[in-house]
């Protein structure tokens, strides 16, 4: 018998999307999640589940921490689904929810880096163990050890991690857009060297990517706001530079 206390402490502070196309299933799982979570979101199929995971992570600057997923849904089935959430989050925790008829399906999600399956009819025992040892395992994971050598450390708080390309303040995760993470992997490249528009816009188009000046301006804009103060730096006429807390 899971202890609902034990549960909260691990959960308590931890988002998660639950997608389920069958109305009762998801409207009463979903407020018995409410319970244990800090933030519940819930979608009736596979395609709005991928428009609310790109929604939150732009609105809160993070992916949510859990999703929970039925396999065979309308529109966009559960393999689909976490194949697009892993391409846009590749470090994303999921819990999969597989009926029995659906073992063909259990490969293909074991092959793509799924670790955590619930059979369907929940039991909901079950379903709190998974969730309990599935929320330990989030909040005893850490992103980077003293050691780590793929980390620049911006101040006492926050460090760019050049390997997974997310910011980290006190062991908590901020994700980045891609365009953010490119930015920020060129200002790493050499760490107070004033890298000009000219310079940016290269890197961007070698990447794939396009971006103008109006454009930089809102980035570096948006990015500040997730970064301590000062860390960029604008050389006015000449571009931008990354300052830690070593060389400011």
Do not use: W
């Not at 409207?27 to 790109?54: C, M, Q, R």
């Amino acid at each position: 018998m899971i202890n609902s206390k034990e549960l909260i402490t691990y959960t308590q502070h931890l988002s998660l999307l639950f997608v389920e196309d069958h109305d009762e299933l998801r409207e009463n799982t979903t407020e018995i999640l409410k319970n244990f979570f800090h933030y519940v979101d819930s979608s009736p199929n596979g395609k709005d589940a991928l428009v609310k995971y790109k929604q939150h992570h732009e609105q809160h600057s993070k992916y949510y921490d859990i999703v929970i997923s039925d396999i065979q849904m309308p529109k966009l089935n559960g393999v689909e689904l976490t194949k697009a959430i892993y391409a846009a989050n590749p470090l994303q925790t999921i819990i999969v929810l597989s009926a029995h008829d659906e073992s063909k399906y259990l490969l293909a999600l074991v092959n793509i880096g799924i670790e955590y399956f619930i059979k369907k009819p929940i039991d909901y025992q079950e379903f709190l163990e998974v969730l309990l040892n599935t929320s330990k395992k989030i909040h005893n994971a850490t992103p980077y050890t003293s050691q780590d050598t793929t980390k620049i450390q911006l101040n006492d708080a926050y460090a760019f991690d050049t390997k997974n390309n997310y910011l980290v303040h006190n062991k908590n995760v901020i994700y980045l857009t891609k365009y953010e993470i490119l930015f920020m992997q060129l200002l790493c490249k050499h760490i107070g060297k004033i890298y000009s528009n000219e310079d940016i816009v290269s890197h961007y188009h070698l990447n794939g990517e396009n971006i103008n000046a109006a454009n930089i301006r809102k980035l570096v804009s948006k990015l500040r706001k997730k970064l301590p103060q000062k860390t960029i730096e604008s050389v006015y006429g000449v571009g931008y530079r990354l300052l830690t807390s070593n060389n400011i």
